[in-house]
């Protein structure tokens, strides 16, 4: 059984960066492609960003890219999620997934995914 813990959220003044991470255990790791999706009061579950088992593809939300980077890190089980320029509207419960068979067609697809941390809560404040 895979296990995802995710950490490093908190409160940010607008403007600011923070940085996630997402430790994984269990069978499904290195082989896994990881992704990050996050999930704002009142509003459903959205993706933000993924990364291929390898690392040598990484796909974005189109509103997120040039701020959000995803990575990971092979050696540690760990994938990453930078986050800079912050706003308000970033707010939201930021989880990672795993899946094992990955298709980019699929990619934003939240049913796709096969395990799931409990989340890391980030809040930006105007």
């Known amino acids: 059984q895979a296990q995802l813990v995710e950490s490093g959220g908190g409160l940010v003044q607008a403007g600011g960066s923070l940085r996630l991470s997402c430790a994984a255990s269990?069978?499904?790791?290195?082989?896994?492609?990881m992704a990050w999706f996050r999930q704002a009061p009142g509003k459903e579950r959205e993706f933000v960003a993924a990364?291929?088992?390898?690392?040598?593809?990484?796909y974005y939300a189109d509103s997120l890219k040039g701020r959000f980077t995803i990575s990971r890190d092979s050696a540690k089980n760990a994938v990453y999620l930078q986050m800079n320029s912050l706003k308000p509207e970033d707010t939201a419960v930021y989880s990672c997934?795993?899946?094992?068979?990955?298709?980019?067609?699929?990619?934003?697809?939240?049913?796709?995914?096969?395990?799931w941390g409990q989340g890391t809560q980030v809040t930006v404040s105007s």
């Open positions: 990364i291929t088992s390898s690392g040598g593809s990484t």
């Open positions: 269990g069978r499904i790791v290195s082989g896994s492609a």
């Open positions: 997934a795993s899946r094992i068979f990955f298709n980019s067609v699929t990619v934003m697809d939240v049913g796709r995914y096969d395990y």
